[in-house]
């Protein structure tokens, strides 16, 4: 007997455990968990996961994103309003987060290179600490905007973060459409036809 029908005849003796565990799966799946996505192998189970995450939650006028303005590492006021027209990827990382700084070094640099020049979309990283403080960690030729948040008034207070990374994906009219909690593929299809396809 193939594994399918063996999956079938256990469901059809066992209707209301399969019931169960067909809706913690949808759960799983629904709130990006990649839970049942193991037996595929690395990209295309990180695409797979992107897909599961990528939901609709944040969409309508009441989910704008909040304003803020912050320094640049020269010092001059950037403000996140001032982006609209363009989808924003707002990047939040911290110095003291391992992996913000692998992502940092060995992903983030490739998004860059991919918007730089674009009008359509930007990616914006504010950071926890001082220019000062990061400068070194700053991979070279980095030209997207780096904005600093010491005192985390805009990462904690506006946004509610605790936790690094956390990327926002916010549309050309200021609407927040995703929320990732977690290290990103930033060169993945998926992620990369999702932000470049809101208008």
Same mark, same amino acid.
């Given at each position: 007997?193939?594994?399918?029908?063996?999956?079938?005849?256990?469901?059809?003796?066992?209707?209301?455990?399969?019931?169960?565990?067909?809706?913690?799966?949808?759960?799983?799946?629904?709130?990006?968990?990649?839970?049942?996505?193991?037996?595929?192998?690395?990209?295309?189970?990180?695409?797979?996961?992107?897909?599961?995450?990528?939901?609709?939650?944040?969409?309508?006028?009441?989910?704008?994103?909040?304003?803020?303005?912050?320094?640049?590492?020269?010092?001059?006021?950037?403000?996140?309003?001032?982006?609209? %027209? +363009?989808?924003?990827?707002?990047?939040? #990382?911290?110095? =003291?987060?391992?992996?913000? &700084? *692998?992502?940092?070094? !060995?992903?983030?640099?490739?998004?860059?290179?991919?918007?730089?020049?674009?009008?359509?979309?930007?990616?914006?990283?504010?950071?926890?600490?001082?220019?000062?403080?990061?400068?070194?960690?700053?991979?070279?030729?980095?030209?997207?905007?780096?904005?600093?948040?010491?005192?985390?008034?805009?990462?904690?207070?506006?946004? %509610? +973060?605790?936790?690094?990374?956390?990327? #926002?994906?916010? =549309?050309?009219?200021?609407? &927040? *459409?995703?929320?990732? !909690?977690?290290?990103?593929?930033?060169?993945?299809?998926?992620?990369?036809?999702?932000?470049?396809?809101?208008?």
């Amino acid at each position: 007997m193939s594994t399918g029908a063996r999956v079938r005849s256990w469901a059809q003796r066992s209707p209301a455990v399969a019931a169960s565990v067909l809706a913690f799966l949808a759960a799983a799946v629904g709130a990006g968990i990649s839970f049942g996505l193991a037996a595929l192998d690395g990209e295309k189970r990180r695409d797979a996961q992107l897909t599961a995450i990528l939901r609709p939650e944040y969409q309508g006028d009441d989910r704008l994103a909040p304003d803020f303005t912050l320094n640049d590492h020269r010092g001059r006021p950037v403000r996140l309003s001032s982006l609209r %027209g +363009t989808t924003v990827v707002l990047h939040f #990382w911290s110095r =003291d987060c391992p992996p913000c &700084i *692998r992502e940092l070094a !060995d992903s983030l640099p490739a998004f860059d290179e991919l918007v730089r020049g674009r009008s359509d979309v930007a990616l914006v990283l504010v950071g926890t600490e001082r220019w000062e403080d990061v400068s070194a960690l700053i991979p070279q030729g980095f030209t997207s905007p780096l904005l600093f948040d010491p005192t985390r008034s805009v990462v904690a207070g506006r946004y %509610g +973060t605790r936790l690094f990374p956390e990327t #926002w994906i916010i =549309d050309p009219d200021g609407v &927040i *459409r995703a929320r990732f !909690d977690h290290t990103l593929e930033w060169s993945s299809p998926v992620f990369v036809q999702y932000v470049t396809s809101l208008r």
